[in-house]
């Protein structure tokens, strides 16, 4: 019996072999072409809004991939598309959750009885039920935009903490606030209708200094910055309604 193979013979029995094994590692999970095709049916899945993909490839870091779109703009994801890192965060796509953000909301987050109410200026609106706080500069524009959006905002007690961090006029002008007869009225008359505070005499306005050393503490380094019951915090003028939200959330907790 001649137990020797001809080339033929073998190319006939190689090439099924071949295509077979080929078959396999292209629908291996642990394939590249597997992994990048996981990744784009999840994304276009997940995040409908990101446009068109054009590559996505290995980038140096191992379980970590580049999605490259709209010609130059760059993501990366995980093998699975279940997370993504896009301008800096991490996100979570199944949720559409930024964690980043979540993560330095809960770090900068400051426990309402931390907050020395004492120093600020309560301003109760409807029947002042709930409660927020508002560190703020006199001179901020951000500032005067968001205190004329908190008048439509009812039942809400409203904390205001000056916090002079924009000059020595925003310090006077603060003084000058803390120190009159009635330093509400004083506020709103100034932040919403220009009317400017009268000049403070002899007064002792320490909380002015308390104030910017809580503001350092906890690196609230901009105005306006708002703070609710439940510890959260948001920096800027958000809306009205992003008030109310924010509000009747605190409550459920």
Known sequence: MNLTASPRLLSRVAAPALALALLAV????????AQE???????????????????????????????????????????????????????????????TQARVEKLMAIEWDQLPLKDAIAIKQG????????????????????ERD??????????????????????????DITCAKDPGATWRAWMVDGVVPPKA???????????????????INGTPAVLFMDG?????AISADAVERLLTAAAKK
């Open 201 to 219: 005499g002899r007064c002792d306005a320490g909380e002015l200094d308390r104030n910017l050393a809580f503001g350092e503490k906890h690196r």
């Open 127 to 146: 029947n002042g039920s709930r409660k927020m706080a508002v560190f703020a500069d006199p001179n901020c524009g951000f500032c005067k935009r968001f």
């Open 26 to 33: 292209l629908a291996s999970p642990s394939s590249a072409w």
């Open 37 to 99: 095709a996981a990744i784009r049916k999840a994304l276009a899945e997940r995040l409908p809004k990101l446009p068109k993909i054009d590559e996505v490839t290995r980038s140096p870091i191992p379980g970590l991939w580049e999605v490259r779109y709209g010609g130059t703009e760059i993501i990366y994801s995980d093998d699975k598309g279940d997370f993504i890192i896009a301008n800096g965060s991490l996100i979570d796509t199944k949720t559409r959750t930024d964690l």
């Open 150 to 175: 908190l008048m439509s905002v009812k039942d809400v007690t409203i904390y205001t903490f000056l916090l002079p961090i924009l000059g020595p006029d925003s310090t006077a002008k603060s003084r």
């Open 232 to 236: 959260t915090r948001r920096p800027g």
